[in-house]
């Protein structure tokens, strides 16, 4: 059983809303203590899908190894039918420390979190030519957008990327402001 002390939040502090959303939650008993977890029982006959985190340490830091610890994977490779999905996470000039890199400067920001991706894919087995859609934030997309998309333009064509993946573009306040740029990536290929 998962010990209080192992959770990020303070029990004792909860306002009426949080604790009242934790017990029809079933995180909390009626009397206000933490319940043991149970596995869901649709899962002994289905178990849920086969998924692996992908990882590149010698490049990009775990999340969960911030500072400011946060929980998610920085990719999932699963299979599905034939085919593999790899979903990374919106990701980041983060280098493998946990730390941000190029602070201030966007276009370098850029080429780095392209590196951190790349990286990932190659964790999964993959490259660009298997990403099928990106999303990419911009924290303040009237300035920066023009420089993103000479970089975006250059590393694809470099990459000879064709046809270039479906993608979206959106303005965004990121989780560090330290942070200009971030780009999440999903992928898919077949299995041989």
């Excluded at 086969?50 to 920085?74: C, G, M, T, V, W």
């Excluded at 993608?167 to 077949?190: D, F, H, M, P, R």
């Amino acid at each position: 059983m998962i010990d209080k002390k192992e959770l990020l939040i303070n029990l004792d502090n909860l306002t009426d809303g949080e604790r009242d959303e934790m017990i029809k939650l079933g995180i909390l008993s009626e009397d206000k203590h933490l319940k043991e977890y149970v596995y869901p029982k649709l899962h002994l006959d289905r178990p849920p899908i086969d998924k692996k985190a992908l990882h590149a340490p010698e490049i990009i830091s775990e999340a969960y190894n911030y500072q400011r610890p946060s929980s998610f994977s920085r990719a999932l490779s699963f299979d599905l039918g034939g085919y593999k999905i790899l979903l990374v996470s919106g990701t980041a000039s983060v280098n493998e420390m946990g730390k941000p890199e190029h602070v201030g400067d966007f276009k370098a920001q850029t080429w780095r979190t392209y590196r951190n991706i790349t990286n990932l894919l190659k964790a999964g087995g993959m490259s660009w030519h298997d990403v099928v859609r990106t999303t990419n934030y911009l924290r303040d997309m009237e300035r920066d957008y023009v420089e993103f998309n000479k970089i975006r333009t250059s590393f694809f064509r470099w990459l000879e990327l064709d046809p270039l993946p479906a993608s979206t573009g959106i303005q965004a306040i990121l989780c560090w402001n330290t942070l200009l740029v971030e780009v999440e990536v999903y992928a898919i290929c077949k299995i041989n």
